[in-house]
């Protein structure tokens, strides 16, 4: 996934800051427990800068139709704008709390406050080894948790960042 630009009229939405990278991450030494370094490939979905299509058929604006892989989405600006904030969260996630979904993923939780307000930006990410070699981190979707939708927030067991790389690095489980 190699995002590029994403066009709507005259704007032109940059998408380079969710190319794929490689980053490290490395976990001090504490008490009995060696320093470890970590290799990850970073890679973001397009759910980071789009929504999906209304549930109740209603007409939307077919310019900003988003299709990648048959999954047909709306770009959205607002998702697009922090998605530029994902890198320095990417970047810090052995200092935030993450949780387990339960689901073969993880979440975290980054407020974001561009005007005073406070508001929960929430990234979801799937961390996996597929052989030797480097862990991959790719981060499914990002946005902001609508009102409407407060009922399905997830709740997660609290995991440690560290713990989900060296069990993922060491084909360990990591039980929810």
């Known amino acids: 996934m190699h995002w590029n630009e994403f066009k709507h009229g005259e704007h032109v939405y940059d998408l380079k800051h969710l190319r794929p990278y490689t980053t490290s991450f490395e ?5 009995k427990q060696l320093a470890e370094k970590f290799s990850v490939n970073v890679t973001f979905s397009h759910h980071c ?15 900003l139709r988003f299709d990648h892989e ?3 989405r ?4 607002g998702r697009w704008e922090l998605s530029k904030l ?16 339960g689901y073969g993923n993880f979440f975290t939780i ?5 005007d005073g307000s406070i508001i929960e930006y929430e990234v979801f990410f799937k961390v996996w080894k597929p052989g030797l070699g480097r862990i991959f981190l790719h981060v499914e979707s990002a946005y902001v948790r609508e009102r409407d939708n407060k009922h399905s927030k997830p709740k997660g067991m609290a995991i440690g960042f560290y713990v989900i790389l060296h069990n993922t690095l060491n084909k360990r489980a990591i039980h929810a």
């Open 86 to 101: 994902l890198p320095s969260i990417i970047a810090k996630l052995s200092a935030n709390r993450c949780y387990q979904t």
């Open 74 to 77: 709306i770009f959205d600006a």
């Open 49 to 63: 800068f789009t929504r999906g299509l209304p549930r109740d058929g209603s007409a939307y604006d077919l310019t």
């Open 110 to 114: 980054e407020m974001v406050a561009a």
């Open 70 to 72: 048959g999954d047909c």
């Open 27 to 31: 976990r001090p030494a504490r008490g």
